[in-house]
């Protein structure tokens, strides 16, 4: 917040509400729009990733803000697409599905027991991937030993795996810019 940035990807691990976002430590809400007006910074964004643990929890109701929200954050950082959920995540969901986002977005990975795209995909397939890498190919003890504190992990169950897809465009990648 106090110096902008440029990214290839830029990840939001914060509460999303239909009000903003929480990205202050004292509190206070952050409207998209709100990052417009920070003097001499800019917030720029190839792809936006929000992995908060709230960031569905208002999902069912009616007159629903959040795609407002991602779609103000797409304007404000210029971003080609947003992956987000619509529903609540556990905290231990949100990392690992971030760490296998990141490496599909990438084709390369930090070493892990599980295998990793030879290639980097565009946002679409990266969210497949991940999707189905944690539905189908990782155990309980992977996850534990990549999430400190995780000591009941269910990648394969549908509330980790199932909430995440793509606003805007799915061919979108990552430019040079850093990730």
Do not use: Y
């Amino acid at each position: 917040m106090e110096r902008g940035c440029s990214a290839g990807l830029l990840h939001l691990a914060c509460h999303a509400e239909p009000h903003g976002l929480l990205l202050s430590r004292d509190g206070t809400w952050t409207r998209p729009t709100d990052l417009l007006n920070v003097p001499e910074h800019t917030f720029g964004a190839d792809i936006l990733l929000l992995t908060g643990c709230s960031a569905g929890d208002f999902s069912g109701e009616e007159n629903n803000e959040f795609l407002g929200v991602v779609r103000q954050l797409i304007v404000v950082t210029g971003a080609r697409a947003a992956v987000v959920s619509m529903a609540p995540v556990r905290d231990a969901a949100g990392v690992l599905f971030a760490d296998l986002f990141v490496s599909a977005l990438n084709g390369k990975g930090p070493d892990r027991p599980w295998r990793t795209p030879d290639r980097p995909l565009a946002v679409g397939p990266a969210v497949a991937w991940a999707r189905q890498t944690m539905r189908r190919r990782l155990r309980a003890d992977d996850v534990k030993a990549l999430i400190a504190g995780c000591d009941h992990p269910r990648p394969a169950h549908a509330s980790w795996w199932s909430p995440w897809f793509v606003v805007g465009d799915p061919t979108a990648t990552t430019s040079r810019r850093t990730i």
